[in-house]
């Protein structure tokens, strides 16, 4: 049994969610793997991220997103509305907005507000596992592999992890 990992990095682009298609760089670290059977796994660290396969809808908006992707953005509108304003929900509290600030990292006590995000990302999952076999993604006929940033507060680099284990 052998084990392959790879990381990538995509840049979200903020003010909505972005929807990275990685189908390729991920067939590309299963062929560097060497690895013919097995599994592999497309994972995000992040919390307001989720990875899913789907179909690729070619189609476009004027923002870039496939229709149905804008499809789906348009029903987890309805369903966890993006966060707009303070107390919209109760998560992040106080003690969350004084730890995320004492890490450093952060513009401003704004970049918490993405609650819709993390929920988001719940909904989703934020990984897949895809079969490996003879060397290829059991993907079917219309099957990509997009890792999702949801957190639309701002731009940020993003981690996408890829393990792929088998013979």
Not at 134 to 162: C, H, M, S, T
Request: proline share 2%; hydrophobic share 30%; glycine share 8%.
């Amino acid at each position: 049994m052998k084990t392959y990992r790879e990381k990538i990095e995509v840049q979200s682009d903020g003010l909505n969610p972005t929807f990275h298609d990685v189908t390729e760089q991920v067939k590309k670290a299963l062929a560097a793997s060497g690895i013919r059977n097995g599994t592999c796994v497309v994972y995000s660290h992040h919390t307001t991220c989720s990875v899913m396969t789907q179909e690729c809808s070619h189609d476009k908006t004027y923002f870039g997103h496939e229709y149905l992707q804008q499809d789906l953005c348009n029903i987890m509108e309805k369903l966890i509305p993006t966060c707009r304003y303070e107390g919209q929900y109760m998560h992040p509290g106080p003690k969350h907005i004084e730890f995320a600030m004492g890490l450093g990292t952060e513009e401003g006590e704004w970049t918490s507000l993405n609650t819709e995000a993390h929920l988001r990302s719940v909904f989703f999952g934020r990984s897949e596992t895809i079969v490996v076999c003879d060397g290829e993604l059991d993907l079917g006929e219309f099957g990509y592999i997009y890792f999702i940033d949801w957190d639309q507060v701002r731009a940020r680099k993003r981690v996408v992890d890829i393990q792929i284990t088998g013979e």
